[in-house]
């Protein structure tokens, strides 16, 4: 073997020699960093657990989310932007937990974490008041589990409930309480009993009411149509009551003009000569016979008119009390 050989062998020792330590000193190295990671997001999830339990909803929040930041897997990283979430909805940062469920569903749409948030995205919507858009999620939910244990079966029934809810905030009575009937009927153990039957016995006094309204509104409304009744026949009469008050006003003064007539001639026939006597005799009889022919008639027109205007003014006032009682 020649001089060269021997030093081509050993070179290749050598080398090979300084690679191994250098491969077992990288996987030291990673796994130290992987048991590193996984201890601290261990640690930031359990904090943000603590905190959540306590109460403390904003800085549990914050926990989850460094926990979801430094996760490895898709399911360390879905669990703790699920529970980031329900730690916003906690403190009613409705938009941040929107924008966290729509990365959730992008991300992982067949986690089982995505297929729970539809329940917390319809109770989103009906707080925000977009009843139908949570009635659509709710049954979307209501479909996708089932009744297979307690948990799932009284998240169905919460479902349910919140369907009856929002028919119950649409006015739609008669359909929301199947929703709560069903509940009663069919998850008699469920933690919503209780408030199905509280919205039961109020749909059954809003039907009540609403009949009470609709029959007090009728009543008030033939009021009106009594009362105007009314107010149109006292202007009625009380027009003609002005007429009757007119009328008589202009026989008074023809009768008084009547009797300045007489009176200037009688004083004429004083004042003038025998020659005229005779003759003012004639027209002074002739005045009288017509005055007693036009007055009788006057005075008995005035009689009847004022009688007729008493009367109607005593109508007129007795109307008047029945529309102030």
């Known amino acids: 073997m020649g001089m060269m050989q021997i030093r081509s062998i050993f070179f290749i020792i050598l080398l090979g020699l300084l690679f191994i330590p250098s491969g077992l000193i990288f996987g030291q190295g990673t796994s130290r960093t992987t048991v590193a990671d996984d201890s601290q997001y261990a640690r930031r999830f359990q904090n943000g657990a603590q905190l959540y339990e306590l109460g403390r909803w904003q800085e549990a929040a914050m926990e989850f989310r460094r926990a979801q930041e430094i996760a490895r897997t898709l399911n360390d990283w879905s669990e703790s932007l699920f529970w980031g979430i329900l730690s916003t909805l906690a403190f009613s940062d ?39 858009d949570a009635l659509f999620l709710f049954n979307r939910y209501n479909e996708s589990v089932t009744d297979a244990d307690r948990i799932t079966a009284d998240r169905r029934a919460a ?58 509104q009728l009543s008030h409304e033939e009021s009106l149509r009594t009362s105007e009744d009314y107010q149109r026949t006292i202007r009625t009469y009380e027009n003609i009551l002005n007429i009757y008050q007119r009328r008589i006003q202009e026989l008074t003064n023809s009768e008084s003009i009547n009797q300045q007539v007489n009176t ?3 004083n004429f026939a004083e004042t003038s000569g ?43 006032l007795q109307l008047q009390r029945m529309i102030g009682e």
Not at 189 to 199: D, F, H, L, Q, T
Not at 291 to 314: F, G, H, M, T, Y
């Open 94 to 132: 409705y938009y941040a937990a929107l924008r966290d469920m729509d990365a959730l569903e992008r991300h992982a749409p067949n986690s089982h974490f995505t297929r729970d948030m539809v329940y917390h995205r319809a109770r989103v919507y009906y707080i925000q008041g977009f009843y139908e």
């Open 159 to 216: 479902a349910y409930f919140w369907m009856g809810e929002c028919l119950f905030s649409m006015v739609q009575y008669d359909e929301a309480e199947k929703f709560f009937s069903w509940v009663i009927a069919r998850y008699p153990n469920s933690p919503k009993v209780e408030a199905a039957s509280y919205r039961i016995d109020l749909i059954k006094h809003k039907k009540i009411e609403a009949e009470l309204l609709a029959l007090l």
């Open 264 to 266: 200037q001639e009688n």
């Open 274 to 316: 025998s020659n005229q006597s005779l003759h003012q005799f004639d027209v002074t009889e002739e005045a009288i016979i017509n005055n007693n022919v036009i007055s009788a008639p006057v005075l008995n027109l005035e009689d009847d008119l004022l009688e007729r205007a008493k009367r109607l003014e005593s109508q007129i």
